[in-house]
Every structure is written in C-alpha cells, then in structure tokens.
C-alpha cells in the first residue's frame, strides 16, 4: 500500500466583505439576473442562488430593478428584479439602462415565396339596382266551369259522410251490449 503525501501549503481564501449596499436573494428559489432592467427586453445572463449575495451599484429609473457587480459576463455588471432580493440599507444612485440588445437574426422573407401566399385583391363592382318584375295578383271567381254544373258540393258530401259513420258507431254500440 503506498501513501500519498499531503499537501502542506495553505490555500489562500478571500474573506473581505464588500463596502456598501448589497443584495441578498429572498426568494426559495434561483432568479434570473438580466442584462438590463426589464425581463421582456433584456436576455437572462445568469442566475442567483437563495441567500446568495452580490455588491449592489445602482437602481433602475423606476426603482424596480438593481443593478449589481456580476462578473463573467461583459462590463461585469448585471440586473436583478427589486422585489426578489433584499436591498441593505445604503443609497443607491439611478442609472440609466442600457441600450436594447439587437437580435442575433434578424427576419426577413423572400419576396417571391411571400407573393405564393398572396391573395390578390380583386376589384369588385359595387351593387346595382335592378327592378322587381311586375306584381301579378291571381284573381278568384265563384262562377263554375261550364262543363262541371252537376258537381255535389264538398260541404254536402262532408256531412253524408259524418252522418254514415255516426250510424255505424251506433250500430257497433247496440251489438256490444
């Protein structure tokens, strides 16, 4: 079995605290840290842990956000939402935002497969009025055909036939007693 020897040096650590206001992560879980104060405008950069603290350095016009010392990312500073973090007392100084980031792509579309999916306007006339045809009132005589005189009339032929079949409903009544 062979032992390895142990370092015998000591690892230097930094044990400073930094001077002025600082922030400190109130919330249970990791929040974003943006590159300018406003979570549509800006793209994430990176993310603060619970009860991690970072140097505090200035607010946002409207005092929602905190810009704080973040190194890694370019000009090494960063911004945190306000109500997320817990700002130690101090002034802090406002400072204007930066410059909206410009997208990495911009869109653009082909003119000639934008013009497949056009629809062409097509002119249309406006309405014309155009008159109804003449009304035509069909009229009624009483008068008969002269071929039909010896017609029975319908009401006459209505009552026979009601007549017949109370008859025969009186008859079916006597049979079943």
């Known amino acids: ?4 020897q142990q370092p015998t040096g000591s690892v230097p650590t930094v044990t400073g605290t930094p001077t002025g206001p600082t922030v400190k992560v109130i919330y249970s879980e990791q929040i974003n840290v943006r590159s300018g104060p406003s979570s549509w405008l800006y ?6 842990l619970p009860n991690e603290t970072a140097p505090a350095l200035g607010r946002s016009p409207g005092g929602d956000w905190i810009m704080i010392e973040y190194p ?21 100084p406002i400072i204007d935002p930066p ?10 579309l082909d003119p000639t497969l934008a013009a497949a999916y056009e629809t ?35 009401g006459l032929l ?3 036939l009601g007549l017949v079949g109370l008859f025969g ?9």
Do not use: E
Request: proline residues 18%.
């Open 1 to 4: 079995m062979v032992l390895a």
């Open 43 to 48: 793209p994430i950069i990176g993310v603060l």
């Open 72 to 92: 890694g990312v370019p000009g090494g500073v960063a911004w945190v939402y306000g109500p997320l973090v817990f700002l130690s007392p101090g002034t802090l």
């Open 99 to 108: 410059p909206t980031p410009t997208p990495r792509t911009t869109a653009t």
């Open 120 to 154: 062409p306007l097509v002119p249309t006339r406006l309405p014309t009025f155009t008159p109804p045809a003449p009304l035509t009132i069909p009229t009624y005589t009483d008068a008969l055909p002269a071929g039909n005189a010896s017609r029975i009339p319908t």
């Open 158 to 160: 209505i009552v026979a």
């Open 169 to 177: 409903a009186f008859i079916s009544f006597l049979r079943g007693r």
